[in-house]
């Protein structure tokens, strides 16, 4: 019976899931940021900032305000610095989402792209999105995501010099562009 | 003669619609695209008639047919497999990049599929029984197979037409019938012989049927698509030339110091 139920769901959630695929996507907007000029959209800008998102995370400040702050101020000012945290999260993922897009535009369009390279994206998309749920669950616990935060903004700093390489290699063969 | 009993007449109004869709393939020409099918298809339909034969000589319960039924099996099965090759690569084989990597992970999946389908039917008793575990793992592949060509090919955004949609839907449907099928003939709920095959039967109707309307609509031969759309081309282009003009700015700054 065990057997039955098993094979029975399987199918019938595998069959569902390829009749959703098969389905026309919705349009939905691909483009990760709204901006006058798509090309800026695609590689990341938030990572940037990251050395004086560090500065939020510095235990000096919480010991600081501990010292010379009321107990009502330094809840307030985490309560903030969570907040501002987890928008900076929020425009990491956006800066992912924009390189993960030029990715694929680069797959789908290069000739000599090796299975290699693609595997090397995709596991950086995974780990990504490993530390992305790792950040956003230790900024819930109350728990500084400064170290997973450095490593996303380290591995869309690879992921952009990877795609620009990529790109710069790309030699489309003729007649592969559209006019 | 004699009237025709259900199943003889259900196995003869298939066998109708084998040679229908055959047809319409041929009309189509689906040997210039996919040409796995295409020989699947007639396969099929000369089975079928060897099936069909044997059946009105011996009847739906006799021994010759059940034999002829159970060995002409992994033949339409290996078919099959050629037939989930040949749509995998239809479909992707035109996107160079992405064909490199998911030609590795489909045969990857595949192989260890088949292997895990092989392992886990190996001490199953009798021909047929083993047959029916076997098939039953190699349906479940196929559905998984084809699935993650699905993923593939809705993540990189490359657009499946017809009549490979329409293909794939027949594929994954009959598969599925027959994993759930063969799970109720092989579990503890007693199905008999006759519903188990009347149920098989019905199902690869419905995918012939889904096949005979993908294939209905005139379609042209795929062509290369144009790679880069100009749109996707700017973006791309406009994208790397910022970064190089940022790269440059900095580089120039570092100069003046």
């Known amino acids: ?179 | 003669m004699g009237t025709l009993s259900f199943s003889q007449a259900l196995a003869l109004f298939l066998a109708v619609v084998e040679i229908a869709v055959l047809a319409l393939a041929s009309v189509r020409r689906v040997w210039k695209t996919l040409p796995y099918l295409f020989i699947y298809l007639a396969l099929v339909v000369a089975i079928e008639g060897a099936r069909w034969f044997v059946l009105v000589k011996s009847g739906t319960g006799s021994r010759s047919y059940s034999w002829t039924y159970w060995l002409t099996q992994p033949a339409l099965l290996a078919a099959r497999a050629a037939v989930l090759a040949d749509v995998c690569r239809a479909s992707l084989s035109f996107y160079r990049g992405v064909w490199q990597m998911t030609r590795y992970l489909l045969g990857g999946t595949a192989a260890i599929l088949v292997v895990l389908a092989f392992a886990r039917t190996v001490e199953k008793p009798g021909f047929v029984s083993y047959l029916l575990f076997a098939e039953r793992e190699l349906e479940v592949s196929v559905v998984v197979i084809l699935l993650l060509l699905l993923v593939v090919s809705r993540y990189y955004g490359v657009e499946l037409g017809q009549p490979l949609k329409g293909i794939i839907l027949g594929l994954v449907f009959y598969s599925s019938v027959v994993v759930i099928n063969t799970s109720i003939l092989i579990g503890p709920l007693a199905l008999s012989w006759p519903v188990f095959s009347t149920v098989r039967v019905l199902a690869y109707l419905a995918a012939l049927g889904m096949w005979g309307q993908a294939l209905w609509v005139p379609f042209s031969q795929p062509e290369r698509p144009p790679l880069i759309p100009s749109a996707e081309f700017e973006i791309a282009s406009g994208a790397v030339d910022q970064r190089m003009r940022e790269l440059n700015a900095r580089i120039l700054q570092l100069m003046k110091r």
């Open chain 1, 1 to 179: 019976m065990t057997d039955l139920f098993l094979y029975g769901t399987l199918a019938l959630l595998l069959l569902a899931a390829a009749i959703r695929l098969l389905l026309p996507r919705a349009s939905a907007s691909e483009s990760p940021r709204s901006t006058n000029d798509p090309s800026t959209a695609l590689f990341p800008v938030h990572c940037r900032f990251f050395p004086q998102m560090r500065q939020l995370f510095s235990t000096e400040d919480a010991a600081f305000l501990a010292a010379h702050g009321s107990p009502a101020l330094l809840r307030h000012w985490r309560a903030d610095r969570r907040t501002v945290a987890r928008l900076y999260l929020s425009s990491l993922r956006e800066d992912f989402a924009g390189l993960d897009r030029l990715a694929r535009i680069l797959a789908r369009n290069s000739t000599r792209l090796e299975a290699r390279q693609q595997s090397q994206v995709v596991w950086l998309n995974l780990r990504f999105r490993l530390l992305h749920r790792l950040a956003v669950a230790q900024i819930l616990l109350g728990l500084p995501a400064d170290r997973e935060m450095q490593r996303m903004t380290r591995l869309l700093g690879s992921l952009s010099g990877r795609l620009e390489k990529v790109a710069l290699e790309m030699n489309p063969a003729a007649g592969t562009i559209t006019p």
